[in-house]
């Protein structure tokens, strides 16, 4: 079976990201004979909806099931059309995803358990708001807070009792994407030295 986990790295051992629609690498993974491709996510940089682009992405390219953090709205629409199941992993490497996928320890999601355009505030949006926006005249005010999504927001969608992590997990959650964003600043502050000093 082919699936696909969204990953901060290019291999088997690289972190397993929180983040669906802007994580930077999904990971398809053969789970019979844990032959697997990295690719990097082409919707990373939309200006709005990544996570429909990202899901039908993962569709196109034989994922038959997603793991990751977490899911929007827009995503979990799609994935629900094509019957692709999208299960829950709260940190570890790919491999342990797939290897806790293989064990059924994984829990399904019932509905999104993030709001549309989140992945974008928490996970990516300082590093690729900044990016794009100061070249296009959007100014530095559009980073983390700033994104906007380009449809309204669906109607949250009831709890699933799987999908509400516990205190541990959040926090490892939240350390995850801290990280993500600290690595994220790293990579706008080098690229902003770089362009005062005129490199």
């Known amino acids: 079976m082919k699936i696909v986990v969204t990953a901060s ?7 397993a990201s929180l983040i669906f629609g802007r994580c930077p690498i999904y990971v398809f993974v053969d789970t019979e004979t844990m032959q697997f491709e990295a690719v990097e996510n082409p919707a990373i940089a939309a200006g ?17 099931a997603v793991i990751t953090g977490n899911a929007g709205p827009n ?7 094509a019957n692709v199941p999208v299960y829950l992993f709260r940190g ?8 806790a996928y293989k064990a059924g320890k994984l829990q399904t999601v019932g509905g999104a358990n993030v709001q549309a355009g989140m992945g974008m505030r928490q996970g990516m949006g300082m590093g690729r708001g900044m990016g794009r926006g100061m070249g296009r005249g959007m100014g530095m005010g559009r980073g983390v807070w700033g994104a906007i999504p380009s449809t309204p927001p669906a109607p949250p969608a009831p709890p699933a009792a799987a999908a509400v992590p516990s ?19 790293a990579e706008v502050i080098e690229r902003l030295d770089r362009l005062e000093k005129g490199a």
């Open 167 to 185: 205190r541990e997990e959040e926090v490892a959650a939240l350390k995850d994407i801290a990280g993500e964003l600290r690595k994220q600043l």
């Open 92 to 99: 570890g490497t790919v491999r342990e995803a797939v290897a």
């Open 48 to 64: 709005g909806g990544a996570g429909i682009q990202a899901a039908q992405f993962v569709i196109e390219h034989g994922a038959q």
């Open 9 to 15: 790295g290019t291999n088997l051992e690289a972190p």
């Open 75 to 81: 995503a979990f629409n799609v994935f629900q059309a």
